[in-house]
């Protein structure tokens, strides 16, 4: 079955870009009609959508974020999340998921924002 | 935006009993593209129901959701000891959004 983990730096400075990948694996991320997206979760906090890839390309991002994301697919089954200008307000765990009503979700990775 | 919002925020019932958990949309959630998911400490969200009222693969049939146009409801029927856990409602008929959960505590 599909599985996917995400990679990439625990620490990140202010003012700075935060960089993770998703791996697929069990599954072709072009193969099928799916979207794959990113979501964060602040400590104690609830969910919140950063935004999600179709397999063609196409990108949509929370309107609160737009500005400062950049989601792609990657070579080797991936896609990646970019955000930039990163605050404290960013330290979050960081998932992916497959599809619109998200079936299959990445562990998480916490990514703390801090000099 | 399309604001989902929960109720009640904390629930207390006893294993057995019947929980109710709503979600409330301020539009219309475009082609009932509403789910449901539970969440566990230090554990990823895991889809309850997709569609507003089909359950994910491997969800038991205790776990049921109602529902359409604004208000819709997760109804676990009787309460196991692993139900016990935070749930949220996702929209995903225009953009996505979350609610803002619902902590189902054990009395």
């Known amino acids: 079955q599909v599985q996917l983990q995400e990679s990439g730096p625990g620490l990140v400075k202010p003012s700075e870009t935060l960089s993770l990948t998703c791996t697929v694996s069990?599954?072709?991320?072009?193969?099928?009609?799916?979207?794959w997206g990113w979501i964060r979760q602040p400590p104690g906090k609830g969910l919140e959508w950063i935004g999600s890839?179709?397999?063609?390309?196409?990108a949509y991002y929370n309107p609160s974020l737009k500005s400062r994301v950049t989601i792609s697919v990657d070579t080797s089954n991936k896609f990646s999340l970019k955000l930039n200008s990163v605050t404290a307000a960013d330290t979050a765990v960081y998932y992916c998921?497959?599809?619109?009503?998200?079936?299959?979700w990445s562990p998480g990775t916490m990514v703390t924002v801090s000099s | 935006e399309n604001v989902l919002t929960q109720s009640p925020g904390a629930l207390s019932l006893s294993p057995g009993e019947r929980a109710t958990l709503s979600c409330r949309a301020s539009q219309s959630v475009s082609s009932n593209y509403l789910a449901w998911y539970q969440q566990k400490p230090g554990q990823a969200p895991r889809l309850l129901i997709y569609g507003a009222s089909n359950r994910a693969t491997g969800i038991p049939d205790r776990f049921s959701g109602s529902g359409s146009g604004t208000d819709f409801t997760l109804t676990i029927s009787r309460l196991e000891p692993e139900d016990f856990a935070v749930y949220y409602c996702?929209?995903?008929?225009?953009?996505?959004?979350f609610g803002q959960g619902t902590k189902l505590e054990i009395k």
């Open positions: 069990g599954g072709l991320i072009n193969s099928d009609s799916y979207y």
């Open positions: 890839i179709y397999f063609d390309g196409s």
């Open positions: 998921a497959r599809r619109r009503a998200f079936d299959v």
């Open positions: 996702h929209q995903y008929g225009t953009s996505y959004t």
